[in-house]
């Protein structure tokens, strides 16, 4: 007996590397349309997956075959359109990733495991009502470089680049975009990614106000990390039936289906964050780019120190490279309120620390100038990008550290639990009174953390008084204070009441955080990141002190009413180096222009494109063994692209072994993205076949990272 069955390929989480192609077959009683959500059996168990091809001519299943049926069909969800499967198709080939695997995991995690019935449920539930739009809020007036960006945003077609200081306005000229484009058409949506740490409630609210009264309450929603699955689920649901307008999220956001999208805002483009470093390695920034051309979207990226990619992407055209880049860039060098000294950027300081006594923490001229600030009921922030007290414990008799039994690392040393503690793979010990190598109870911190400072801050400020006669107030703002839901809120809040007056912290604390009332920050120890052996710590560096730089001042009323110069003090052994030079003066440009001049010289990204293969095993030995030999069996077989390609050979990574597994990579090269591409498809069976052989036993994984941050 045969029975009609359509055919229908389905996209599936399988195993990575399990040797099971992207999709697999299933039969279904009815045609079903590429894009809709179905539950399938594989094994044992019951899987989400996503129709994908649309061979599904009806066809009598032969007797005998083996198709499977589907399971169950999420009737009440219209498919996933065209521009979404060709978005995570492109990424999965692009990242080198099995599709399912990308299709999964850009769907909210709840709807895996939800019946049809329990989803059918969920969409009948009601919607919040929907607020009466009202149009009475005013838009403000835009300054003169907001509308001119505003007005090219309008008329041409991007893709943009918002150069504009920090403080100039940037986000005003994404909220009157967003406005323009969704008031033109009743069915268009917009998408707004920010960085992890950047999604504060403050712009969140800052969202909601000005759009909820013109599109209605549910207008906006969010999609980040931080958010249960219910919410997530809910947002998702709301952009994917166009009831959401506006979604505001981090860079999974960069997936969500959207079938009404026609501008993508990726603020402080530059960030890291937007670089996913677990699964497919994708970035967020990149794909932006990649959907807004096949979608016909607008994509605006927007930043006051822009990645060197983006900013030599949006290069002028000059006499020599009549075309110019790809994007089009649009400065906006003012800040608002510069018409008064208040809205200026702020006067950099550098103090030589070779002129100062040894071990200084706080040199004496900042001291003064954070004492100064206090007794005026200013605020200051103080960044170091190191937390706990001290990075390392040792004995001054027999030279014993904290190194952690599981990783090539030292255990930091936490003083207020009084834990050793290894950030790479988290084993911790309480400190020991005696060494534990001779026994001596000599045994001290070496080198400060965030812990320290604060510590150290208290006692040197001990003395000094807030106008109202209370003592000094410092705070800490890091990954140890804000471990717990809800923390880094409230302290944000606390800083922003003015409960504050010195506020220590990490990175975390000098991105996009609108403090109002503070007038100096202060770097302490940046040097670190000056000699470092990735080509792009100098970039980060400055662009991490430029955004410090840009916390303090925000508020021209307040600043002018203060009367007070707003400072960023840099502390250094090597105050002259080229990245403090170009923040004394905010020149991005010119540290930009020296950047991308030695960058070329070395044929350095962006004038060549790179990937990394990353192999981990029990042993180093192993770990690299497995890179040559699949660096020999691409040779030896001729890949495609290998001509352009260069390999270089494996080498241990910095922090060699993290909780026990050893972890070597390798550098592949190319002035061609194209051939970099073929040649990474064309190796992925290859190292697949590598990795099966009875050699390579002890490895334990491996993983391919293209266009990959750090090296
Ligand atoms: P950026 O995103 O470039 O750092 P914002 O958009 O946050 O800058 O603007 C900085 C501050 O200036 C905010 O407090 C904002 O409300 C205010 N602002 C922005 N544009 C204007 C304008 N045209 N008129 C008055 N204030 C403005
Ligand atoms: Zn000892
Ligand atoms: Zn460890």
New binding site residues.
Partial sequence: MSSPYCIVQVALQTPSHSGVGDLLSYASERPLAPGTLVRVPLGTRELLGVVWDADQATGELPDGATLRPIAGVLDGLAPLDLPWRRLVAFAARYYQRALGEVALAALPPQLRDLRPEQLARRLRRPAKAVGDTIDAIEN????TE?ESARARIASEKGPFLLF????????????RCVQEMLEADATAQALVMVPEINLTPQLEE?FVGRFAPRFGAGAVVSLHSGMTNPQRLKSWLAAHSGSARIVLGTRMAVFASLPGLQLIVV?EEHDPSYKQQEGARYSARDLAIWRGREQGAKVLL?S?TPSLESWYASRPPTPEDPEGGRYMRLH?PS???SGIAAGALPRVRRVDMNQQPRRTVFSAPLLQAITERVARGEQSMILLNRRGYAPVLHCVDCGWKSDCPHCSAHQVFHKADRTLRCHHCGYTVRVPRHCPSCGSPDIHPMGRGTEQLQEQLGALLRNVQRPDGAPARIARIDADTTKAKGALQAQLAQVHSGEVDVLVGTQMIAK?H?FRRITLVAAVQPDGALFSSDFRAPERLFALLMQAA?RAG???AYMAAQGTQCEMWVQSFHPRHAVFEALRTHDYEAFAAQQLKEREEAAMPPFSYQALVRADARTQEVAQGFLSAATAAAHAAGLPGLEVVTLFPPVPLTIQRVANVERAQMLMESSSRAALQRFLAAWQPVLQATRSQPEHKGLIRWLVDVDPLAI
């Fill in positions: 403000i007036a835009l300054s907001q504009g200081s920090t403080g100039s306005g940037k986000t005003e000229v994404y909220l800052r603020d927007g006051a906006m800040r608002i309120g996009g609108d840009g925000r508020d021209a």
